[in-house]
Nanobody, 117 residues
C-alpha cells in the first residue's frame, strides 16, 4: 500500500509564490516517477510536472519558467515551487507516483491552490 500526503496549498495573490510538498510512504520501488497534476473546476485533470528518480523533469508549457519540480529520494518526497502565480493556476493540485512516465499508479488526496486578489 502506498500513501501520498500533500501539503502547502492555500490562497495567494497574483504574482505570489507557493511551495507544495508531497511525502510518499509504503512499499515504493526506488525507480519511480513522481509528479503533480491539477484540476480546475469544470476541467479535466492535467499534467503540471513530473520528475523521475534520476531527476529528469517534464513540464506543461503553461508552467515552464514559473514552476520548478524537485525531489528528495531519501525522503520519498517531491516538491513543487510555484512562482509568478496567475489566477488561471487556481486548481486542486494532486501528487502522483508511478513507474511509467505519464502513467501514475497512486494519487494524493489533493491540495487547493487559489490565486486571487
Amino acid at each position: 500500500q502506498v500513501q501520498l500526503v500533500e501539503s502547502g496549498g492555500g490562497l495567494v495573490q497574483p504574482g505570489g509564490s507557493l511551495r507544495l510538498s508531497c511525502a510518499a510512504s509504503g512499499s515504493i520501488s526506488s525507480s519511480n516517477v513522481m509528479g503533480w497534476y491539477r484540476q480546475a473546476p469544470g476541467k479535466q485533470r492535467e499534467l503540471v510536472a513530473t520528475i523521475t528518480s534520476l531527476r529528469a523533469t517534464n513540464y506543461a508549457d503553461s508552467v515552464k519558467c514559473r514552476f520548478t519540480i524537485s525531489r528528495d529520494n531519501a525522503k520519498n518526497t517531491v516538491y513543487l515551487q510555484m512562482n509568478s502565480l496567475k489566477p488561471e493556476d487556481t486548481a486542486v493540485y494532486y501528487c502522483s507516483l508511478g513507474y511509467r512516465l505519464l502513467r501514475p499508479d497512486y494519487w494524493g488526496q489533493g491540495t487547493q491552490v487559489t490565486v486571487s486578489s
